[in-house]
């Protein structure tokens, strides 16, 4: 049946406008004069004829057709209600708003890697953002074989060809696979760009691509964790340090007792280090055989043989 006619009046709305739905198309049915159009916040009404678009409307609120629409309609605009001349006409509601979908590798991606002839399985998750920006190629493309289009239509074309993607990014912007959270942000970009040049065949443009997460095989995360600990031990002094210095600025802290603690025993073997190399080097330059003179150079007194002058205690031999 056509949109227009003269059985009943109406009112053409989108009413369970849902975040979930891209675009619905108004089921058709006959209206006559004083029917009306009601746009939505993060609407927009388009009116086709014959599988074309006759006119967009994007001002939210409540219009009288006969009036302040049809005479805005490219080849309608001369079309008067009657009793027998329905108009045959559809509209489809947009949502205007800009969709965040998660995504999640379906299948692990093999990645090669030297030294594993099989490759590493990695899966990953995130998300990306999209909205529609071109009514024409949506039309023609989506809206012209389906009366609604849903963020899970979206996301399950993107499914399709994400894999590919990641592969050819992370080959081209992975520079360490055992780490490609590091390298995430070059790669999610890279996928955008291919993305948005996938979708907007289709009417939409993708405004966000993000890898959230990386994950890898558990014996691959054991060698992580691994790498990692050895690393820490590595700067475990400097940390130390550091940490001795930061709480000592607290006085009260039960760190800052326990910082003084370690940094008084840390002197502490530091003095007893330094005194036992003093005496290692003074042992050191003493002669095993050498004789004290027979007087001091000191005093003048007489040595009798001894290392040290009795008298005024002068080290005789060195």
């Given at each position: 049946?056509?949109?227009?006619?003269?059985?009943?009046?109406?009112?053409?709305?989108?009413?369970?406008?849902?975040?979930?739905?891209?675009?619905?198309?108004?089921?058709?049915?006959?209206?006559?004069?004083?029917?009306?159009?009601?746009?939505?916040?993060?609407?927009?009404?388009?009116?086709?004829?014959?599988?074309?678009?006759?006119?967009?409307?994007?001002?939210?609120?409540?219009?009288?057709?006969?009036?302040?629409?049809?005479?805005?309609?490219?080849?309608?605009?001369?079309?008067?209600?009657?009793?027998?001349n329905p108009m045959?006409?559809?509209?489809?509601?947009?949502?205007?708003?800009?969709?965040?979908?998660?995504?999640?590798?379906?299948?692990?991606?093999?990645?090669?890697?030297?030294?594993?002839?099989?490759?590493?399985?990695?899966?990953?998750?995130?998300?990306?953002?999209?909205?529609?920006?071109?009514?024409?190629?949506?039309?023609?493309?989506?809206?012209?074989?389906?009366?609604?289009?849903?963020?899970?239509?979206?996301?399950?074309?993107?499914?399709?060809?994400?894999n590919a993607l990641?592969?050819?990014?992370?080959?081209?912007?992975?520079?360490?696979?055992?780490?490609?959270?590091?390298?995430?942000?070059?790669?999610?970009?890279?996928?955008?760009?291919?993305?948005?040049?996938?979708?907007?065949?289709?009417?939409?443009?993708?405004?966000?691509?993000?890898?959230?997460?990386?994950?890898?095989?558990?014996?691959?995360?054991?060698?992580?964790?691994?790498?990692?600990?050895?690393?820490?031990?590595?700067?475990?002094?400097?940390?130390?340090?550091?940490?001795?210095?930061?709480?000592?600025?607290?006085?009260?802290?039960?760190?800052?007792?326990?910082?003084?603690?370690?940094?008084?025993?840390?002197?502490?073997?530091?003095?007893g280090s330094q005194?036992?190399?003093?005496?290692?080097?003074?042992?050191?330059?003493?002669?095993?055989?050498?004789?004290?003179?027979?007087?001091?150079?000191?005093?003048?007194?007489?040595?009798?043989?001894?290392?040290?002058?009795?008298?005024?205690?002068?080290?005789?031999?060195?």
């Amino acid at each position: 049946m056509g949109l227009f006619g003269s059985q009943a009046s109406s009112v053409v709305e989108w009413k369970e406008f849902s975040d979930d739905i891209i675009f619905w198309k108004y089921s058709s049915s006959e209206i006559k004069k004083g029917s009306r159009l009601i746009i939505r916040p993060g609407q927009d009404a388009i009116f086709l004829y014959n599988g074309r678009i006759e006119g967009i409307f994007k001002d939210e609120g409540s219009f009288d057709i006969e009036s302040q629409i049809i005479p805005f309609l490219s080849t309608l605009k001369s079309f008067t209600f009657g009793f027998n001349n329905p108009m045959r006409a559809e509209v489809l509601f947009i949502n205007t708003r800009e969709f965040t979908v998660k995504w999640g590798t379906r299948n692990a991606i093999i990645l090669q890697a030297e030294g594993l002839p099989g490759g590493i399985p990695v899966r990953a998750y995130g998300t990306f953002n999209f909205k529609v920006s071109d009514y024409t190629a949506l039309i023609e493309k989506v809206a012209g074989i389906k009366n609604k289009y849903t963020v899970e239509d979206v996301r399950e074309r993107v499914l399709t060809v994400l894999n590919a993607l990641l592969m050819k990014w992370i080959a081209t912007e992975g520079k360490n696979i055992f780490n490609l959270q590091a390298n995430a942000y070059a790669i999610g970009k890279g996928i955008q760009g291919d993305l948005d040049y996938e979708m907007v065949k289709d009417g939409l443009t993708i405004t966000g691509f993000s890898i959230q997460s990386v994950s890898y095989p558990e014996e691959i995360a054991k060698m992580q964790n691994t790498a990692a600990a050895q690393s820490m031990i590595g700067n475990l002094n400097s940390y130390m340090q550091y940490q001795t210095a930061n709480s000592m600025g607290n006085p009260q802290s039960a760190a800052s007792q326990t910082a003084s603690t370690m940094a008084g025993m840390q002197a502490g073997m530091y003095m007893g280090s330094q005194m036992a190399q003093n005496m290692q080097n003074q042992q050191s330059t003493f002669t095993p055989n050498a004789e004290a003179p027979r007087f001091c150079p000191n005093c003048g007194k007489e040595t009798n043989g001894a290392r040290f002058c009795a008298n005024c205690g002068y080290q005789l031999i060195r």
